[in-house]
């Protein structure tokens, strides 16, 4: 069992969860699904957030804005491996408000501010370096968040974690099997159900990234277990 590359261009043709009443509700219908509920412990104050605001002198987007109020403070996932940029280390470069840094500060992500009405502006990679070279990472900030919060779930922010690569056929269908696809972030799809995550990428340049790939997580051992008999792989 395994994964043709027609076979996985189907899948990736569910339906993304974009439209949510609010991007407070979709930000918190992912960490309930995580199985890590939201709370008053883990939001940032407006306070905070107007003093950030007045401090680079750029608008917020709510999209960004909305994720700092009701997660910001979380840390299990936030900095399981790439680190959310608390509010007061906010940087401006370019026209870019930077809120994330990869784990070794090889790269950032920076949402723009050029259109001070854009709720969901696009999301950019800037390679560190002076000055910080930049490229265009996702359309939505909002579906960016979402989709890096599952890559964090399958990097450490699950106690239980592993991968997989994919024999080369299946018939496995994840739309199938109650899974939420949150969209597709330089060419790695995520999804998630109940205390799991996947997230899968496709073959790259590198020797060990010659097939389909699967990272996976889940909030007890049996999560994690379940997914690999379920897809018929062995995740270590």
């Known amino acids: 069992m395994g994964f043709t590359f027609c076979a ?6 569910a339906r993304v969860q974009y439209l949510m009443p609010s991007f407070e509700s979709y930000y ?4 309930a699904t995580f199985g890590y509920p939201l709370n008053e412990r883990t939001a940032v104050s407006p306070e905070v957030l107007d003093a950030a605001r007045k401090r680079l002198a750029v608008p917020l987007p709510r999209g960004v804005r909305d994720y700092y109020l009701v997660a910001g403070r979380e840390r299990r996932f936030n900095t399981s491996h790439n680190r959310l940029l608390p509010p007061s ?6 026209g870019r408000l ?7 500060a090889v790269v950032y992500w920076g949402v723009s501010t050029r259109n001070p009405r854009g709720d969901d502006p696009r999301v950019w990679q800037g390679v560190n370096g002076e000055p910080i070279t930049w490229y265009p990472e996702h359309r939505k900030c909002s579906v960016f968040l979402a989709v890096m919060l599952h890559y964090q779930a399958v990097s450490g922010g699950f106690r239980f974690c592993g991968r997989a ?3 080369d056929q299946t018939d496995y269908r994840f739309e199938e099997h ?3 696809c949150y969209g597709e972030v330089n060419s790695m799809t995520a999804y998630s159900r109940p205390n799991q995550v996947v997230c899968v ?12 790939s699967v990272l996976a997580g889940g909030k007890t051992r049996s999560d994690l277990r379940d997914i690999g008999e379920e897809l018929g792989l062995v995740i270590t």
């Open 178 to 180: 109650g899974w939420t």
């Open 89 to 94: 280390k906010g940087t401006v470069d370019k």
């Open 165 to 167: 690569d994919v024999p």
């Open 98 to 104: 930077i809120i994330m840094e990869e784990n070794q």
């Open 8 to 13: 996985f261009r189907h899948l990736t043709n």
């Open 201 to 212: 990428m496709p073959p790259g340049d590198l020797p060990f990234m010659r097939k389909w």
């Open 28 to 31: 918190h219908t992912i960490y």
